[in-house]
């Protein structure tokens, strides 16, 4: 049996050595972004992606080494561990292999072979299964005893068979076998149950579903199971036999017992008895099994599709520091306003009614116009909730007709707005304001820093995952605190404008320091260092240790502080301005010198080449911000509901959900778009994750419009025609996808006169193995 670092090591492509030194750092507490960024000698340059694979599997195999001790531990008070047994399970390298093995020793409630075998009963059974030569009817005239419960023959030999399919059924090397079997082979079968056809309308494509197991996609997997899990559909592995012929698991059985019919009188009972093992307990086990792989693969997939669009969203491009007025749009109840400062700061709010059915146009206007010229405002950010277009017609109407205010709007998702308004965090950060007014601080807010924005918001609440609902919650949130954690920590954090949920974020923090360096900065002002930070109550050396570098102090008293060279590596900055005679401030940002400077002339054995490279690095650009550049989209005039959609209209919109069949893309109409994973360019795409992104700003093409279902087909390939679109959609594969891989073969469609129902059948039971 391999250790822990050597089989990580083989999995990742890595060294043992790189292994054992990271798992050494987590076990002292250390954090992936920290050894990611400021360890890289230590690990031999695991980055945090390698990191964050690392701390995952070490979690999983320290798990089955708990198990394994657990078990043997358990079959050693049985007396039951031999040599050879022992062996199997310390070479056993998942969780299924030890619980197939452990199979026959697991403590299990009174089975009927239990009581065949308290009947006197296994005799019998021995006998039958080792000389089938034997007749059985005849044997079972010794075994009967009506006061052991053995009243005929039938009840003899039932026992017998009782004893011989738990034998049978338990062991390990079969039922990996035919676990790989039905994997590889099987096929996912879903039905409707009866009468439960228009209750579970939206499960309509499933009702008579199938398809090859192993290669069902996450989203269509999880379809079926919520199918399930709401009782309209029924769910079954089964294997493409032909009627009336025996199923290969059956004949697998018969085959790894050397059960042969050789006509000897025993031969058409063990037949019996292995169909029985198959049916009654192999193929339920292994059902139960599978599906529950399944689902955990579907779940993994899933995760991995809200992960990426998490991080994106947190990634997104800030607007800056710039004065923003934020807008929360509502019919009946008024836009909700707030004017926030540069900062954040919140300098004024109120509500206006320029929409149906007050249509208080004018004096909304006085009041917009009024705050926009009061506060300097240079950003507009409107909610893209109900009354969003017509509120931001208002707008655009207002500031065309006032170009010299030099103000822009920009239409901003508000996914959790309403979430962050009614928490408690929202409560502690504005006791005094109305929800409705702290919706619309957080639109103003997310515009300015999305990320310093979106954490104080449940990830789960942010809504950008794949059936989010359906999956683990307790691994969908470890997830996406790991997502949170990486992308606060690659920005970096000003330690005098954070607020503690974005601080909390930062390694080696938490809740409690993060509101005692909040604290601090209240009591004694701006902190002028980082060293400072070790006045902070229950901010010790370890902390500072794995903080410091993640945190800035902008315009403080040693220039470092605001970059992300720690403090632990001035020495070596240090080093590099006192050979050249020159100050700290004239060295940072002349890219000319640091690319003349050579790493290895500054490294040491404690600070190598590759920490070294990060300091010239972060010397040019100090402080620099991953994130792209602020860009807005601009929804198209008059488009504002899906009714004044028409085909073939091109418009701009941003990407607010990637999935494995597609990319969903807000064109203002309220309700997403779906570019198909097949629309997304003209060539071949495997995952959609190549081509967009959550917040890409993106032209697509109307390719048809459903009202009633809300549902809108769009194009990323602006030279599809809506007419081909029919075409291609009903007479067989799209053309990009004909030609990059010309052996998939095209799903049945349930409705060949509709391309709408084509295209969201395409989404949902795509059998072509591309996702």
Known sequence: MNSIPSRIAQELGVKEAQVSAAVTL???????????RYRKEVTGGLDDSQMRDLETRLGYLRELEDRRESILNSIREQEKLTPELEKDILAADTKNRLEDLYLPYKPKRRTKGQIAIEAGLQPLADTLFNDPSQDPAVLA???INAELGVADVKAALDGAKYILMERLSENADLLATLRQFLWNDGLLCSSVMTGKESEGEKFRDYFSHSE???????????????????GILSLAIKFNEEEGTVHPCEIMVAKHWNVIDEGRAADTWLKEVIRWTWRIKLYTHLETDLLGQLRELADTAAIDVFAQNLKDLLLAAPAGQRATIGLDPGMRTGVKVAAIDATGKVVDHCAIYPTPPQNKIAESAAILLAMIKKHNIE?????????SRETERFVKDLLSARPELGCTSVMVNESGAS???????????????????RGAISIARRLQDPLAELVKIDPKSIGVGQY??????TALSRTLET???????????DVNTASPALLARVSGLNQSISANIVEFRDQHGAFKSRAQLMDVSRFGAKTFEQAAGFLRVMGGENPLDGSAVHPESYSVVEKIVNRCGRAVNDVIGDSRFLKTLKPSEYADERFGIPTVTDIVAELDKPGRDPRPDFKTATFKDGIEKISDLQADMILEGVVTNVTNFGAFVDVGVHQDGLVHISALANQYVKDPRTVVKAGDIVKVKVMEIDVQRKRIALSMRLDDKASEQESSNTGGERRNNRRAAPAAKQAPQKDPNSTMAALFAQAKQNKKGRL
């Open 26 to 36: 987590l076990d002292e507490g250390a954090t992936v972004p920290f050894i990611s």
């Open 141 to 143: 005239l010794d075994y």
């Open 212 to 230: 090859p197991l192993k290669t069902t996609p996450s989203h269509r997997a999880l379809a079926m199971f919520r199918g399930r899990n709401e």
């Open 379 to 387: 950003l507009i950010a409107i909610g893209n909730g109900t009354a």
């Open 419 to 437: 979430i962050y308004s009614a928490s408690e965090y929202a409560a502690r950060e504005f006791p005094n304001l109305d929800v409705t007014i």
């Open 468 to 473: 989010q609902h359906d999956v683990s919650q």
């Open 483 to 493: 997502v949170v954690e990486d992308c606060v920590n690659a920005v970096g954090v």
